[in-house]
C-alpha cells in the first residue's frame, strides 16, 4: 500500500495543503494516519476519495454539504456527474454546431427536448448556462464572429421572454425583496441579467428588468420611482471612464440604503466589506441567496 504526504496530495489533486487541512479541521473530511513518529501521512483510499472530493467541488458542489455526505454517496454522486458530463458534453457540442450553421431548427429543437426531459430551470443551469461559457471562451479565442453570438442571444432571449410571460402577473410577495436589473455602459451580459430577472420574477420578487446601457442619471429616474430594496446589475469591463471597482463604489454610495447586488469575477476585494454590496461570483451563489429568501 502506497503512502502519502500532504504535499503529495496537493500535487496529485489540485487543492492546495493549507485548504485541506482546514477541510480536515472543520469538516473531518479526511483523518490522516500517524507514524510511530508522528509523522501524518495519507492512503491511497484518502487520496481517492480526495480526488472525489475535488471533482464534486469543481462541479459545483460546497464543501460544506458534500462532509454530510458517506463515502458511498460521495462515489454515487461522482459517477452520476461523470454520466451527466458524457450527455453534456454532447449537447454543448450539438449546440455549437446549430449555431456554427445558423440552423434555428436544430437549436431549437434541442432546447424542446431538454426543457420537455427535465424542466425549464434545468434547461437553464445544465445547459445554457455552460453553453454560454463555452460561448464566451469561443468567442476569446476567435472561433466566432458576433453574427454568431447575435444568433444564439437572439434565441435564447425569446425563450426567456416567453417563460417571463407564462409566470403572470402575480403580485410579488410582501417579503420578498424589490430589485431593479440593470446593465451599465459599456456592459455585454444582458442574457445572464434576463437569467436573473426570471428567477428573481419566479421566486416572488417584485422585478424590473430595465436593459442595457442605461447611464447613472436615468438610474436615478427608475430608484425613486420604483423604490427598490436592491439594485442588480454586472460589472466585468470598465463603465465610461470607471474601472469596475470605482463603478460598483459609486454605485454603494449613492444608494446607502439599498443593497447592491453584482454578478461578477473576484475583482474587487476591498469593496467586499461594503455593508450594502453582496457579490456573486458564480449562477449557483445566487441560486443559494434565493434559496434562503424561500
Known sequence: MATYSIRDLEKLSGIKAHTIRIWEQRYSIIEPKRTATNIRYYTDEDLQYLLNIAFLNRNGMRISKIARLTQKEVLERVENIAEESEEQSNLLQRLTMAMMEFNELEFERILNQEAEKSGFESLLTELLLPFLEKLSLLWLTGAVRIVHEQFVHHLIRQRLAHQLYLLGNEPAKEDRPRVLLFEPLGEQQEILLLLYHYYLRSRGCASCYLG????????????????????????????????????????????????????????????????????FEDFSEFIDFLSELS
Open 212 to 279: 442595457s446601457q442605461i447611464p447613472p442619471k436615468e438610474l436615478e429616474v427608475a430608484v425613486d420611482q420604483f423604490k427598490p430594496t436592491g439594485i442588480f446589475t454586472t460589472s466585468s469591463s470598465n463603465n465610461g471612464q470607471l474601472s469596475p471597482q470605482e463603478f460598483l463604489g459609486e454605485l454603494c454610495q449613492t444608494y446607502p440604503d439599498i443593497q447592491v447586488f453584482c454578478s461578477a469575477q473576484p475583482i474587487m476585494h476591498p469593496l467586499e466589506a461594503a455593508p450594502n454590496l453582496s457579490l
